[in-house]
């Protein structure tokens, strides 16, 4: 790898550092009763309103529709997350000090991986708190689901759910872009060159 590929790998790794203090993910909903909105800012190892009171207006919300109590220490997820986060900081200054491309490419193929996986994990877990309702709910439409969306916009009754990445997941989405840019340039400008 040439030094500056080197050195904004390096950068790149350490910026991800910022995923810890950071949200990594922001649900939105808004509605007519609630003018100012709630939401829920999912981080690295920890779930909290947007605003003091969000995460138990919407427990108390999804209460009378039979969705399952949001508690954060019931999430496994959200114990091992900050591990596998330390992981890939650590593959990809092992990559940068190392200086090969194909330490580079691992580093690329096992982040994607990981982003693939926490996106399904967290659509299995999306999925699970908005169809799998409790049957004595005290509100019941028949055929209703009240999944948020992983990515976009999307109207649950009377609520327009809305999820993006948040400061620290735009930060993980940068390092991969980063991180694929670094492989496209490295291996143009040396095609057939050993690692």
Request: aromatic residues 10%; glycine residues 10%; charged residues 15%.
């Amino acid at each position: 790898m040439t030094r500056s590929s080197r050195l904004i790998l390096a950068a790149v790794a350490l910026a991800m550092a910022l995923a810890y203090p950071l949200p990594l993910w922001h649900i939105a909903l808004q509605a007519p009763q609630y003018p100012e909105g709630l939401g829920l800012y999912i981080a690295i190892d920890r779930i909290e309103g947007e605003n003091p009171h969000d995460l138990s207006s919407i427990n108390n919300l999804n209460h009378y529709i039979g969705m399952k109590v949001i508690t954060p220490e019931d999430i496994p997820e959200l114990r091992f997350m900050p591990y596998i986060l330390a992981g890939l900081i650590g593959l990809g200054l092992v990559a940068a000090l190392a200086g090969r491309r194909w330490l580079l490419a691992t580093w690329v193929v096992v982040f994607a991986a990981g982003s693939l996986a926490g996106l399904a994990d967290f659509y299995r877990w999306t999925y699970d708190y908005g169809h799998n309702l409790d049957p004595h709910a005290i509100i019941k439409i028949p055929g209703m689901s009240y999944q948020p969306p992983i990515i976009g916009g999307k109207q649950l009754l009377n609520f327009h759910a809305s999820s993006w990445p948040a400061a620290g997941g735009w930060i993980l989405v940068g390092a991969m872009l980063v991180g694929v840019a670094l492989v496209v340039r490295e291996y143009r400008a040396r095609p057939g060159a050993a690692a």
